[in-house]
């Protein structure tokens, strides 16, 4: 860094340090009297300050290129109130200030202080009445509709972000630039009263300048009257002259700048570019033109003069149109003869989303949001939390409209196949009573997440339904509700062999050494698929990755078997499984009969799909049987059990039972952390017959 620095320009390592003393020399201009040569030097600089700043505007194309202006406008109007202090400083007490104001005095406006004193007054009053009222105006209504705009376009930025079609970085950036735009034309609307402010300034400094000088010239100076007024006069108008010209420019810079849109180009480009793309408009000024020509009152040369050159041009324009014109059809028709031999390509069939909500035409305005819709954000929102709580990436999740769904239904479907579908009331509230033991007047319904007796109600009975303790939600929740679930409950079908290498990716930027040790060296990454699948399949967050991956590469030496690896990442994540399960430090167990738990170890046998016990129906059934017996018993007093049995057979009793009981989690021994307390509520027993 210190070299880069060294490379750097001067004025570019101390840019700050000269700017700061710039902007405090020009407060000690007011207070410092300066000789007539060094003054001429600060006029000349203010002046061409003025020409840069006016071409800069001309040149940009896009006003936050230019978003230092509103702080350079009060910083130049400072620095001209100076010069105009130090010039009637000069004036009054020397009666001279020096070649550039003598010179605009009497070579600019022929030597006559009448005449220059009505061109100062037309400059003012045009900078004063046109320039500064008109930008003042732009000023503030652009204002204005930039903040009102705000809330529409941050949300078309987060719609677009849902959708997918920008990355987080291109909306953050988005969003700072949609800032910086508010900032400046808020900015813009407070500098605009600087250059009203200096054209008042202006008018009162000269009538003090000539009124001061007079009595200055006749009573110290010694000067008559004519003498006075014509020496004074001139100085104190070549001074308005030489401040006001570099003000007018600065005004119409400002308004250049508040009234132009964003371009690609610069105005100059833009005037020929919009001006010369209409050579008819030419043609029908050309025929007046020539028309006032024939008038032989008129000066005829000179209008038919302008006539032909706008002639002329109309002509050149016009066959120009026709060649482009040209060019485009043979180029269309090229692009349509091309597109008649090249074959159907139906390469695009087979781009299936992993995940689509289609919606009937009676909830599309709940996805839109001029009609008020806030679903895009509830499913980004539903991204973020299983992003959190799983640690899973899932990709934007397209929402579409079907008009061969039902009007209030709505399906998901995964890989371009329905999963799940439910239906919603637009302008009512689903209610539901946590005991279950109460109902409430509305349209009986299930509620879709997970089944529950539900009542669609009126808006106006809401209130009421709250008080009595149900819970109330708006249609949108609800799909939001049910739309996060599902995920979870697919995580496995959502992670794909793409979305578990760019979850490796960003590990990689912090632990690349787990990573490289790991994928190809050990394992294939279609491996690591399969294990990050087999825990999402019961639940199990992958946040942790790096715990898994370390864990995966010391268990991958001595085998590959992939139910084996599983086991060695869910004991890696023993702490997180550990407080998933007993969030206030207590877990409620359901145990296996050590006579049950040998028997399914005994008839374990490893198969095409992984280790599964093989027993005979009706032993198994009687296994399931007994096993539901013992859940219900939990849940009868109030638990949320989980079964707690050895590592060996912890996998083969899930398949055996998942079927039956797809929510039921079933723990390892080694999975419980020594920090939570086991209660065991019951037991699972072998029964013969």
């Known amino acids: 860094m210190p070299l880069l620095a060294e490379r750097q320009p001067w004025t570019k390592r101390y840019a700050d340090l000269i700017i700061a003393g710039l902007i405090i020399g020009i407060v000690l201009l007011i207070i410092i009297p300066l000789p007539p040569a060094v003054l001429d030097f600060f006029l000349i600089i203010s002046l061409g300050l003025a020409m840069v700043i006016i071409l800069i505007t001309l040149f940009v194309t896009d006003a936050l290129e230019f978003s230092v202006f509103p702080t350079l406008l009060l910083v130049v109007t400072l620095y001209r109130l100076a010069l105009n202090i130090s010039s009637t400083r000069l004036i009054l007490s020397q009666a001279d200030a020096g070649q550039v104001i003598a010179a605009f005095g009497q070579f600019v406006v022929g030597g006559s202080y009448i005449v220059g004193f009505i061109v100062f007054l037309i400059i003012t009053l045009v900078q004063f009445v046109v320039i500064t009222n008109g930008s003042n105006r732009v ?27 920008i990355t987080e970085q291109e909306a953050r950036e988005r969003r700072k630039r949609l800032q910086r735009e508010a900032d400046f034309y808020g900015a813009m609307d407070g500098a ?31 000067m008559n009257v004519q003498q006075a007024l014509t020496t004074f006069t001139m100085l104190t108008i070549g001074d308005g002259l030489v401040t006001q010209i570099p003000a007018l420019l600065v005004s119409t810079a400002t ?51 302008m006539g032909a050159a706008l002639g002329f041009l109309a002509y050149n324009l016009s066959r120009e149109e026709q060649r482009r014109q040209a060019a485009l059809e043979e180029q269309e028709a090229a692009q349509a003869q091309e597109q008649k031999r090249e074959p159907e390509n139906v390469l695009t069939y087979f781009q299936v989303d992993p995940l689509v909500v289609e919606i009937g035409y009676n909830l599309i305005p709940l996805a839109s949001e001029e009609q008020g819709g806030d679903l895009l954000y509830r499913v980004a929102a539903v991204r973020r939390q299983c992003a959190q709580e799983l640690g899973i990436y899932v990709r934007p999740i397209r929402i579409r409209d079907n008009l061969q769904l039902k009007p209030n239904s709505y399906v998901f479907k995964l890989r371009g196949v329905e999963a799940a579908q439910g239906e919603l009331m637009p302008g009512r509230y689903l209610a539901m009573d946590p005991t279950g033991d109460r109902q409430i007047r509305g349209i009986a319904t299930r509620e879709p997440t997970f089944g529950l007796p539900a009542w669609w109600i009126a808006p106006e009975a809401r209130e009421e339904a709250e008080i009595n303790g149900f819970t109330v939600v708006d249609p949108a929740t609800v799909l939001a509700t049910h739309l996060s679930e599902f995920v979870k409950r697919q995580g496995h079908e959502l992670l794909g062999r793409q979305e578990v290498q760019e979850l490796l990716d960003v590990v990689k930027e912090k632990n690349p050494a787990v990573v490289e040790e790991l994928v190809p060296n050990l394992i294939s990454l279609g491996e ?44 890696a994540l023993a702490r997180t499984i550990s ?111």
């Open 528 to 571: 690591v698929q399969k294990v990050l699948q087999n825990l999402l399949k019961e639940r199990v967050p992958i946040r942790d990755l790096v715990s898994v991956l370390e864990a995966l590469a010391d268990r991958a030496r001595s085998s590959k078997d992939e139910d084996a690896l599983t086991e060695a990442a869910r004991k």
């Open 579 to 689: 407080r998933l399960h007993a969030p206030d430090g207590k877990i409620r167990v359901i145990t296996l009969h050590p006579r049950l738990e040998q028997k399914l170890v005994d008839a374990v046998q490893p198969t095409a799909l992984g280790a599964f016990p093989v027993l005979e129906p009706g032993a198994a059934q009687k296994v399931i049987q007994n096993l539901g017996t013992a859940v219900e018993r939990a849940k009868a007093k109030g638990y949320a059990p989980v079964v707690l049995c050895s590592s060996r057979i912890r996998l083969p009793l899930r398949r055996l039972t998942e079927r039956h009981f797809p929510h039921l989690s079933i723990l390892a021994l080694q999975e419980i952390t020594p920090q939570v307390d086991v209660e065991a509520v019951g037991t699972v027993t072998w029964d013969e017959d």
């Open 139 to 165: 000023a503030e209504v652009t204002a204005r509709f930039t903040l009102d705009a705000m809330p529409g376009k941050q949300m078309a930025i987060d719609s677009d972000f849902n959708a997918g079609l």
């Open 255 to 305: 308004g250049i700048l508040v009234t132009r849109a964003a371009s690609d180009a610069s105005f100059g480009r833009d005037v020929s570019r919009q001006f010369l793309n209409f050579p008819r408009v030419l043609v029908v000024a050309t025929g007046i033109l020539v028309i006032l020509g024939l008038i032989p009152a008129m000066p005829n040369l000179l209008f038919l003069g």
């Open 192 to 222: 605009t009263k600087f250059v009203r402010g200096d054209a008042i300034a202006g008018l009162v400094i000269v009538f003090i300048n000539i009124i001061g000088g007079l009595i200055i010239g006749l009573t110290v100076m010694g």
